[in-house]
Structures are given as C-alpha cells and as structure tokens.
C-alpha cells in the first residue's frame, strides 16, 4: 500500500469538520478587524526566504523543502506565510502605491521538522499582515483579534510579549549580547556557538539548559531600548490592559524568524506539551524594504491549526451537525422520482443524501442514523401511487405520510 509521507497527514469526517469549523470563525473574527483574504502560491523560490526567514534561523537552514524544478529553478515548498504575502505586495507594487493592506489568508505549510505530537512536516497555519501602519496601535489591535479568536474557540492560553527595538537599540544589543556570548562560548550549545556568528539574538531563546544557565548574567534586550521603543512597549502595555488581556513579559522571547523587529509575542498552551506556541507574531518593519520594497512598515501573525485542533479534540469530539435529509426508495423504479425529489429539496436549501440501494425501511433508517441525518425520507411504491411520502423525524422519532406538495411547508414547520 501506498501511505502518506511521514508528518503529513489526510484530514477528514470529524478532523475536517473541525479545520473548517477553526477557518470559519478565524475569518469571521478577521473581517472585524477589517482584514481581507489574500491566497499566494504554495511554491516560492528558494531565495525568498533566504531573504526574509533568514539563512541563521532554523527554518531556512535545516526544515526547507527545498528542491530544483524541472527547469532547474531552485524552489520550495512554503514554510511560512508572511514571506509569500509580502512578495505578492512587492509584486503588485502596492509599495509603490503607498496605503493600508489587511490581509488573512490560511493553507498548508512545510517543515523538514521531527514530526511529534502538535508538530508536522506539512501543517497549516492561519496567518494576518497588515502593510503601512507604523503604529503600536496595530500590534495591539492585532494581538486582540488573536484572542478574539481564542475567546470564540475556548482556548485558553498565556500570551507573552517582548520588544526587540528599532534597528538601532537592536544593533546596540547584539553588539552588547555578543561580547557576552564570546565570553561563555564554552558552556554553549553546539547550536548556540553557530548563532553567534549568524544571529546571536537566537541564543536568548534557547532551551537547552545548560545554555539557560551560561546565559542568565547576559545583558537583558528590554533594558537596551531607546526611549521611542520603551515608550511604544508601554503603550502596547496599556492598550492590552485596557482590552482586559493578560500577559507576560518574556525579555528573552525573539522568535525563530529573522524578520521581526519591535512587538514580538506568542500566545502559549501547554494542553499540547510544554509550552507551546500556538500563535506566534510580531512586526517586521524591515522586511520590506530589505527586499527592495519601499520602506512600508509591517506586523502579523500565524496561528498553527493543528495545535488548536489538539486542544479542541481533547475537549470534545466535533459530530456531524443533524441538519441532513436521508432519501430513500423501496422499488429500484422510484429511484428516478426520488432523484426529482431531491433536486426539488435542494432547490429549497434542503441538505439531501441519497440513498440508492433498495433495502428494507429498517437498514435505510440504521444508515440514516449513521450519518446523523435529521430527517428520513422513504418512497414506496404505495406512497408513489397516493402522491405521498413517508417522513420521519430522526429527533422526536416522529412518522408521518405527507403529501408531496406539502412536504416544504412540512420539513420547514419541523426543521
Ligand atoms: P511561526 O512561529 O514560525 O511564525 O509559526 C506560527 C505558528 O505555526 C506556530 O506558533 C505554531 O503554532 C505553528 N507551527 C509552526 N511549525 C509547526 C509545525 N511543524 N507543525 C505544526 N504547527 C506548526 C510564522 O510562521 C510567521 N510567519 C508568523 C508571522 C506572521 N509573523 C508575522 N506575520
């Protein structure tokens, strides 16, 4: 047999349910905030996110599928979303044409990772980016519409916050953080001693504990921020507060990306393990113009779906809504009337399964209840003659003969 890749994985009947269920109320609580759907390719080329992920973070340097096309292209599979989305703004030159975007967009995303509980290799990510706004008021609004969706799921996370600063207090800290680093090189992680030369920020949020403990005298990023994005910080501060959201400061927290500048946060559960990210985000005021963009300041965040689907399936399992029809025949000659039947119902936004084997009334209601129909439609050969119906109703158990041309005003009275 033929199986799937490892990490990647099929998505039905309950589990696709869910997704959808997860998407639906994502957008919804999106397009309150005014943000618009936006859909980019799934294959990029590989310097994008060389570009913009960044050659020191882990997701370009080890997780890429990354591969040469038959034109010999070097391209990959996308392993995030915000590179593509700012792409396509480069694209369109709405740099250029200056104003404000809001976008979401949502699909399947690729990771060489080890694939573990909440972690695939193709995952898919909800995701926002707002271009053109330089104000903290954005971060703020959009780490509220991130728990606006949490809110509405019934998930409960911790969110932290950090500032990284503007290019300038950044480019004082790492030159600060270095000097540290060079000097407890030793007690590092292998991984660790790469980062100091590719992107020393990235030692901060290590989590092997010897490097925790090498680095707890190491200077701390919050108190190398210059007065504009100290102040900006508290504004972020106060903005939560005021919208009721609780959080922590995690001076430490960078984010795997080497994109982000100023507001990073994540929103953390650890229903799936410890500490996971479920949400992660921040601004990226750089980017743009690193990719040769007009200067247009940025921020967004992801939402990893399988996490929240983990969460959700440990507290209830997601049924088939009843709100079905289950048509049947009990002569193979009526099932042309039946097939009339259901068009007609479907006509008048009706949901309508078809059953086309003829098989005693008991086993056709035994599959109707399988597939959580509401109602059960059953045409027999006397009912066809007397221009009738047998209906049941699969929630009060209910029979009923109806005329055909009253079955509508019927299905609407009990439905
Ligand atoms: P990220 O933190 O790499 O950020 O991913 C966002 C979320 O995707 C994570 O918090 C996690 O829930 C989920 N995720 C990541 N990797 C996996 C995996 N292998 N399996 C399952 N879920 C995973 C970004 O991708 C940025 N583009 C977010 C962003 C948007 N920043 C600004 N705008």
Redesign the pocket.
């Known amino acids: 047999m033929i199986t799937s890749l490892r990490g990647m994985h099929d998505l039905l009947d309950d589990r696709a349910r869910l997704y959808k269920n997860i998407i639906n109320t994502c957008e919804q609580v999106a397009s309150k905030y005014g943000y618009n759907y936006i859909q980019t390719p799934t294959l990029e080329r590989t310097a994008l996110y060389k570009r913009s992920v960044g050659e020191s973070s882990d997701?370009v340097g080890k997780e890429m599928y990354e591969f040469s096309d038959k034109g010999g292209d070097s391209i990959c599979l996308r392993p995030?979303?915000?590179a593509g989305v700012v792409r396509a703004f480069l694209e369109n030159k709405l740099d250029k044409a200056g104003g404000i975007y809001r976008w979401y967009y949502h699909g399947s995303m690729f990771?060489y990772?080890r694939p573990q509980r909440?972690?695939?290799?193709e995952?898919h990510?909800f995701?926002v980016?707002c271009f053109g706004i330089a104000s903290v008021y954005e971060d703020a609004m959009l780490i509220c519409m991130a728990s606006d969706i949490l809110k509405a799921l019934n998930i409960k996370a911790t969110l932290k916050i950090n500032s990284l600063g503007d290019e300038d207090s950044m480019q004082n800290y790492k030159e600060a953080l270095l000097k540290y680093a060079k000097r407890v090189s030793a007690r590092l992680c292998m991984d660790c001693k790469r980062r100091i030369s590719t992107n020393v920020m990235r030692i901060l949020d290590c989590k092997n504990e010897n490097c925790q403990q090498a680095l707890s005298g190491a200077p701390i990023l919050l108190d190398a921020l210059n007065d504009k994005c100290k102040n900006e910080f508290e504004t972020l501060q106060i903005l939560l507060r005021q919208a009721g959201i609780k959080f922590v400061i995690d001076s430490n927290l960078v984010?795997?990306?080497d994109y982000y500048c100023k507001t990073a946060f994540?929103f953390v559960s650890d229903e799936i393990g410890a500490q996971s990210?479920?949400?992660?985000?921040?601004r990226?005021d750089r980017l743009i113009s690193d990719l040769e963009g007009h200067d247009t300041p940025a921020?967004?965040?992801?939402?990893?779906i399988?996490?929240i689907m983990e969460i959700l399936a440990l507290k209830s399992e997601e049924k088939a809504q009843k709100d079905s029809i289950y048509l049947c025949a009990l002569d193979e000659k009526l099932l042309k009337n039946i097939c009339f039947l259901a068009n007609q119902l479907r006509a008048f936004g009706f949901k309508v399964l078809i059953s086309y084997d003829i098989k005693a009334p008991a086993k056709q209601l035994a599959n109707a209840d399988k597939i959580n129909a509401k109602f059960f439609l059953c045409l027999g050969l006397d009912e066809a003659k007397n221009n009738e119906i047998w209906l049941r109703n699969l929630e009060n158990k209910i029979d009923k003969k109806v005329p055909l041309d009253d079955l509508i005003s019927e299905l609407n009275e009990q439905n």
């Open positions: 997701i995030e979303g915000t990771r990772e909440g972690r695939q290799r995952f990510q995701g980016e984010r795997g990306l994540e990210a479920i949400i992660g985000g921040g990226y921020v967004g965040w992801a939402m990893g399988e996490r």
